[in-house]
């Protein structure tokens, strides 16, 4: 028997919706391994998910989707996968392979996509199940809490960066500096880029300026704006204008704001599953030849690459720890802005206790 966190239905998480059960240990099939979970990291997607902000296609569901384990059982059909072998399995569970998309190299756009924690139980439990083809070796420089961050949060802020179209020695603006954002400014800097973080929280500030940022302060959202007024980019004691923006905080009001951010011929990425509304804007925002655009998923190749440059820098992540026992609390203080850097389970610590 395994022990798995379960939504059966959505409900906000100060109620503490994720049940602990037990079920029988799953069986990979064909073409799918099986890993005996190590960590597990706690993501803004999940807090989608368990609050019902995402249409949910299956319940009951176990969230879950940077996980990080140990390779214990192979199902027929699995080459290149070994018993022993530590690997990652990330948001997108498999892509049908046959579609458009698909057929043009863009899986991560699949007509018919299975995501995990979302259409197939995820990692907040002691094991799990995925297609072996869409799992990711993990580099030995890394413990499980410090690799499973990079499993979601570092391997779609490697997305956005690429569709950013940032190059080496531009300026990149952050806006949002959570658990994505501080692997991509650390990635940002080992391209000689320079980086400017928009962020209301004091402790995101200083943790952006420890990771390298030479500007780091709250966004300017225009008139009307609550709270503290903000300086813009090229004021007196603002960032200088940026080539690219990374949007991470799911806060459609950002968008004017890093439009006026970049210089003409510029990106901006949105880096979100689900975002309120968008404001209208006037025309000269966006006028000068800027791009606007939103990054949706990841494929095989972002895994395989992220993590391969992610050793090579090494990327240093930082993980506020909790035990399998508090999945709920791991949840309710991510969303309360409680956590820097990136939330992780560490479920093999617990598991092992448990069964010794």
Known sequence: MVRAWLLHRPADVAGQPLVLAESPEPRPGPGQVRLRIEACGVCRTDLHTVEGDLDL?????????????VVDAVGAGV???????????????????????????????????????LHRNGGYAEAIVAPAAFTVPIPDTFSAVEAAPLLCAGVIGYRSLRLSRLRRGERLALFGFGASAHLVIQVARYWGCDVVVYTRSPAHQRLARTLGATWAGPAPLGPGASGAEPVAPSQPGGPPEADRAIIFAP?????PAALRAVRPGGTVAINAIHMTDIPSFPYRLIYGERTLLSV????????????RLAAEIPVRTEVRVYPFSEANLALRDLKSGAVGGAAVLAVAQETQSRKG
């Open 79 to 117: 080459e290149g996968v070994r018993r022993g072998e530590r690997r990652g399995v990330y948001w997108l569970y498999q892509a049908c392979g046959r579609c458009g998309p698909c057929r043009r190299g863009e899986e991560n756009l699949c007509e018919r996509p299975e995501f995990t924690g």
């Open 251 to 255: 806060a459609g009001e950002l968008v």
């Open 57 to 69: 296609p299956v319940l009951p569901i176990v969230p879950g989707h940077q996980v990080v384990g």
């Open 296 to 307: 949706a998923n990841v494929t095989r190749r972002d895994a395989e690459e992220f993590m």
